[in-house]
């Protein structure tokens, strides 16, 4: 993996979590019984996932084509960070990388899942989809094209405590660029860009996150009945968007600074 070239001191000059807390070794099929009781598993990993089509159907259906996850390999995200640049963006690759999921069983049960980064340089990613459709048994509607999105996460956390069987997920993550055409509006967002609220005062990978504070768990709709709840407990950026396209023309562009989202909750069921 290419971050298994970086040193362990350049986390403290990139301000991420530590390196390595587990070392990584293949387990024979009658070893994996005996993993309880240890004193965690670490899991590094590298991937990239291409899917030609996503099909979603009701009475009529939603289609993504063309699905690309996988690294940004680019160099020139977040220039405005300069502090150890070459060796906190200085390696890029196609595929999502520099990834170490600990997982670890907490002693009242709770399943802790944290994913960090491997070595100083933060997870890049990128994702890029074709044409998202709705179809009916008579007409579409071509609803978005040419989603581009790159970014980076430093952190993502996951909790589920047993108390309260609620799973929090919390995580820090940025978006250098996002474009996408939304051509049944005649609508095209260019230059998307997502940071930390407090990344244009004090601009440096501990800043560059958006943070994000959830809670997902069986919760109850109106009439009683079960739901999947998702409660938004914290959501704070800043946003900027380069241009805004109407009609494949420039209406200008458009910043939200110290956008703070809170205390808001979301119930899914079907119908």
């Known amino acids: 993996m290419k971050s298994l070239k970086k040193t362990a001191l350049v986390l403290a000059i990139g301000g991420l979590p ?8 293949p387990l024979a099929d009658t070893s994996m019984g005996n993993i309880t009781g240890q004193a965690g598993v670490t899991i590094e990993l590298e991937t990239q996932v291409n899917i030609g089509e ?23 995200m977040f220039q405005e960070i300069t502090t150890a640049r070459d060796l906190l963006f200085g390696e890029t690759s196609n595929l999502i990388d520099n990834i170490k999921v600990e997982i670890d069983i907490a002693d009242d049960g709770d399943a802790l899942i944290n994913v ?10 990128a994702v890029r989809t074709g044409e998202w459709t709705l179809q009916g048994s008579t007409d579409s509607t071509l609803i978005a094209n040419n989603l581009s999105m790159e970014g980076i996460v430093t952190e993502l956390k996951f909790r589920v405590d047993t108390a309260t069987d609620v799973l929090n997920l919390q995580s820090l993550f940025a978006i250098d660029d996002l474009d996408v055409d939304v051509p049944f509006l005649a609508l095209g967002i ?3 860009r997502l940071t930390g609220a407090d990344y244009d005062d004090n601009p440096s990978i501990l800043t560059v996150g958006a943070k994000v504070d959830m809670d997902i768990y069986n919760g109850t709709r109106a009439n009683g ?36 989202i809170q205390n808001t909750a979301m119930r899914i069921y079907g119908h």
Do not use: C, W
């Open 54 to 76: 996503f099909l979603y159907t009701d009475e009529g259906s939603l289609s993504v084509k063309d699905i690309f996850i996988g690294g940004a390999n680019r160099t020139d």
């Open 190 to 192: 260019r230059d998307l």
């Open 225 to 260: 009945d079960s739901a999947l709840a998702v409660d938004l407990n914290t959501f704070e950026a800043d946003m900027s968007i380069g241009q805004v396209l109407v009609g494949g023309t420039s209406i200008g562009s458009v910043a939200l600074d110290n956008l703070a």
């Open 18 to 25: 530590l390196a390595t807390h587990a070392e990584l070794r």
């Open 116 to 125: 960090f980064p491997l070595v100083a340089a933060p997870i890049d990613f």
